[in-house]
């Protein structure tokens, strides 16, 4: 093994540790999910165990990132940018717009939380879509205290005292649109309904 590649699988470990811990996963759930043995996941993530491709593909598979992330690989003659994640209040934002101004689009992550957390609502000038990936959201929007499972959506205008947080302590993967004061998401339906008719 050369030098470079050495170098490589030694950064696997902390990597491997970081990505869990950002998803708020512990190592029993991984285990559980990826049929790897705690001992083994705990020795991957601490340096004492060499990663292996039949250790690292299902943990590609579990986090549902491509391989060459988990190791670190250079990325050569791939013309996509990869955005770097954004850590703010506990939440982890994932950018997918790069454009300024206008309407701003994030992948956001709400890491499981062991005991219920205490909403602190906020408010700030604009308008606010999402769309629930996986989890359970917790919404709490003036008054009303609403739960959102995968496949909901919601919008709302920001200037209105709203939290999110997870509804069960698990993990939480949402969509976010968010546009300046005014801007608001456009949703068109998938086929035109003619209106009842009057009598």
């Known amino acids: 093994m050369d030098h470079e590649t050495g170098d490589v699988l030694d950064a696997v470990g902390p990597r491997l540790r ?33 990663a292996t491709l039949e250790l690292l593909l299902p943990l590609a598979r579990t986090y549902d990132v491509p391989l060459d992330d988990l190791v670190g690989a250079p990325r050569t003659g791939d013309p996509r940018i990869h955005l770097k994640p954004i850590r703010r209040y506990g939440m982890m934002f994932i950018p997918l717009s790069r454009r300024p101004g206008g309407v701003q689009a994030f992948k956001m992550i709400i890491p499981a939380q062991p005991e219920p957390q205490e909403p ?73 309904r003619p209106p009842p008719p009057r009598y």
């Open 120 to 192: 602190t609502p906020q408010t700030h000038e604009g308008f606010e879509w999402l769309y629930v990936l996986n989890g359970r959201l917790r919404l709490v929007l003036g008054e009303r205290d609403l739960t959102l499972p995968p496949g909901e959506a919601a919008e709302f205008d920001t200037s209105l005292p709203h939290w999110l947080g997870s509804a069960d302590g698990g993990v939480v993967e949402l969509l976010i649109l968010f546009g300046p004061q005014g801007m608001r998401a456009h949703v068109h339906p998938g086929s035109y």
């Open 18 to 50: 970081a990505l869990r811990r950002d998803r708020g996963i512990t190592l029993a759930e991984l285990a559980a999910t990826t049929g790897i043995s705690e001992s083994t996941l705990s020795r991957l993530e601490s340096g004492q165990r060499r």
